[in-house]
């Protein structure tokens, strides 16, 4: 099992940048994939980016060229740099931990809300 707890989000105004924290009660080499996901009102969860065990990282098409996944496995910790925010980016960002190599045991963090401001 995993705890997640994210933090970072904000309000900030559009062409800003954020950076979530995922932070994991265990290590997270241990893990298969760790991901960051966001759901906005009315939608569906959707994938952000996420980085596997081994460090492959993989994007949403949306968010390719202006976030930047990346891990400090001392810290265990996941972060997401968000830049040239917009506002279609305003959603709650979830840390999802995926333990083994199919998706059958996952935890997801509490979520942490993003709003961009035009």
């Known amino acids: 099992q995993v705890q997640l707890v994210e933090s970072g989000g904000g309000l900030v105004q559009a062409g800003g940048s954020l950076r979530l924290s995922c932070s994991a009660s265990r290590n997270i080499f241990s893990i298969n994939t760790m991901g960051w996901y966001r759901q906005a009102p009315g939608k569906q969860r959707e994938l952000v980016a996420a980085?596997?065990?081994?460090?492959?990282?993989n994007y949403a098409d949306s968010t390719k060229g202006r976030f930047t996944i990346s891990r400090d496995i001392a810290k265990n910790t996941v972060y997401l740099r968000m830049n040239s925010l917009k506002p279609e980016d305003t959603a709650v960002y979830y840390c999802?931990?995926?333990?083994?190599?199919?998706?059958?045991?996952?935890?997801w963090g509490q979520g942490t809300q993003v709003t961009v401001s035009s």
């Open positions: 980085i596997t065990r081994e460090g492959t990282t």
């Open positions: 999802k931990a995926t333990i083994g190599p199919v998706d059958t045991e996952y935890y």
